[in-house]
């Protein structure tokens, strides 16, 4: 068996469930039914684990007159994307399926690219994290119609809830995009 440098993967015999199966599950939902939401849900949280990670690399890099509450408001958000991973995660694994995870599991899934590894002007950064929410709250609502078409209820409602912290967030990354702003043009060059 030959092996990528970066994938550890252990002896056949310890695998419980191989990735991009769906088992039965203890929520008697119908086979088919768990195997469409396990999909989306997988891209749900592709999306969040690159979300999360571009949010991440932004507040680390923040910089300027601003810089403070926009640190701030990019590592609360950070914490929040990862509370709507877990959760997804959970109601992923609830359903019987395997959460995605490792990146060619994410890149199978995500509704979104990865950003490049260099270090943007902050507004270019939060320009493309405002892109990334709303391609996510865009599929999200999909995936609440698609949760509701087939009877899961306590899937829809978990999606409501995290669209809500989602657009609440968008929202905010707009203000600071906003074209009116406190500091002088020339204070900023």
């Known amino acids: 068996m030959m092996r990528t440098p970066h994938l550890w993967s252990p002896d056949s015999s310890h695998i419980r469930q191989e990735w991009d199966t769906v088992a039965d599950n203890g929520l008697r939902l119908e086979q088919n039914v768990a195997e469409e939401l396990v999909r989306a849900l997988n891209s749900e949280v592709s999306g969040l684990y690159i979300l999360f990670n571009q949010v991440r690399k932004h507040y680390w890099l923040v910089e300027g007159t601003e810089s403070k509450p926009i640190s701030d408001f990019l590592e609360d958000a950070a914490n929040r994307l990862t509370e709507m991973t877990d959760d997804i995660a959970i109601r992923i694994t609830a359903l019987g399926g395997v959460p995605a995870c490792g990146p060619m599991g ?16 902050i507004r270019s950064s939060l320009e493309r994290d405002l892109d990334g929410y709303a391609t996510l709250a865009v599929q999200w609502r999909e995936h609440i119609e698609l949760a509701d078409r087939l009877g899961d209820t306590a899937t829809s409602e978990l999606l409501r809830r995290h669209l ?23 204070a900023t060059r």
């Open 106 to 121: 994410i890149r199978q899934h995500a509704p979104i690219y990865i950003e490049d590894a260099h270090h943007y002007d």
């Open 164 to 186: 809500e912290t989602l657009e609440a967030d968008a929202h905010v990354l707009d203000r600071y995009l906003a074209d009116d702003t406190l500091v002088r043009h020339d």
